[in-house]
């Protein structure tokens, strides 16, 4: 019953934006930090972001600060990642998972419980 779904991904060139959502069901993500990773072909799975469930606290990976914006809409129970001046190499499966973390760490991929089956994004001209 447990379940994460993400969206928004898609077509779109360099320099352009994107707002992926992570929609919950099941649970209330309120109550859970939530990060957002990214899989592109033949490479490691990798934390692009995160938001704290404790304190709403955000942390990014130096390859998207200033790009990229983590938020949550607890009414809603969802996390957005809006991806703003999108590059090529941001091209990738993005992922959502949940974790009961006060301080989630993106580089602790086992830290993290649940998981959504990805969106893809593709940045290109």
């Known amino acids: 019953q447990v379940q994460l779904v993400e969206s928004g991904g898609g077509l779109v060139q360099p320099g352009g934006s994107l707002r992926l959502s992570c929609a919950a069901s099941g649970f209330t993500l309120d109550y859970y930090a939530i990060g957002w990773f990214r899989q592109a072909p033949g490479k490691e799975r990798e934390g692009v972001s995160c938001?704290?469930?404790?304190?709403?606290?955000?942390y990014y990976a130096d390859s998207v600060k200033g790009r990229f914006t983590i938020s949550r809409d607890n009414a809603k129970n969802t996390v957005y990642l809006q991806m703003n001046s999108l590059k090529p190499e941001d091209t990738a499966v993005y992922y959502c998972?949940?974790?009961?973390?006060?301080?989630?760490?993106?580089?602790?991929?086992?830290?993290?419980?649940?998981w959504g089956q990805g969106t893809q994004v593709t940045v290109s001209s």
């Open positions: 998972a949940t974790s009961q973390s006060l301080r989630p760490k993106l580089e602790l991929l086992d830290e993290y419980d649940y």
């Open positions: 938001i704290s469930g404790s304190d709403g606290n955000t």
